[in-house]
């Protein structure tokens, strides 16, 4: 799904019990300061946390809110779920 910003984003769920202390971030390169020639390394993301669905509807961009809505819709009736790029 793409968001409005124009960033793509791919989502996933499953049922596990995963650890959210135990989830480690990936780490992306951008030059900083703005032209300033120089690159330093960031974390793509500072923490994991589990949210139940009705607290993360007010946590995630409104362009995300489709892809919570189909796994709610698929929590309630389970089925081989055709989701759309």
Known sequence: MRQAGGKLVEAFALEQQID???IKS???E???PPRSGKRQSFLEVDRARWFTIPDTTI????SQLPLLA???DFL???REMDVPR
């Open 76 to 78: 309630r009736n389970p």
């Open 20 to 22: 959210a202390d135990m």
């Open 59 to 62: 946590m995630m961009l409104a």
């Open 70 to 72: 189909l796994l709610a």
């Open 30 to 32: 951008k030059e900083w």
């Open 26 to 28: 990936n780490v992306f």
